[in-house]
């Protein structure tokens, strides 16, 4: 079992960054590939990033590709998200995943919210 904590998000004007962290409790952390999704309300969640187990893969969606950068932190559990060069359609609540194997995910966080005004 894995616990997701998403933290980080909030209002950042056009050009900005932010960085999101999400902690992940339990031993086996290392045994997971790691995500992140974002979701505007009333739209279907999409894929942003994704990273392996070493963090020696990682997978952008396109529209992310360029400006965002996942890695994970295996000693403290915790996968980060630096956004930079934000734009108003990157304003969603942004999800932590893990699982073992993809395309399923088996464990999700709660979601920050992140707003970028033009």
């Known amino acids: 079992q894995v616990q997701l904590v998403e933290s980080g998000g909030g209002l950042v004007q056009a050009g900005g960054s932010l960085r999101l962290s999400c902690a992940a409790s339990g031993r086996t952390f290392t045994s997971y590939v790691m995500g992140w999704f974002r979701q505007v309300p009333g739209k279907e969640r999409e894929f942003v990033a994704a990273i392996s187990w070493s963090g020696g893969s990682t997978h952008y969606a396109d529209s992310v590709k360029g400006r965002f950068t996942i890695s994970r932190d295996n000693a403290n559990h915790t996968v980060y998200l630096e956004m930079n060069s934000l734009k108003p359609e990157d304003t969603a609540i942004y999800y932590c995943?893990?699982?073992?194997?993809?395309?399923?995910?088996?464990?999700w966080g709660k979601g920050t919210l992140v707003t970028v005004s033009s």
């Open positions: 995943a893990a699982t073992i194997a993809t395309p399923e995910w088996d464990y």
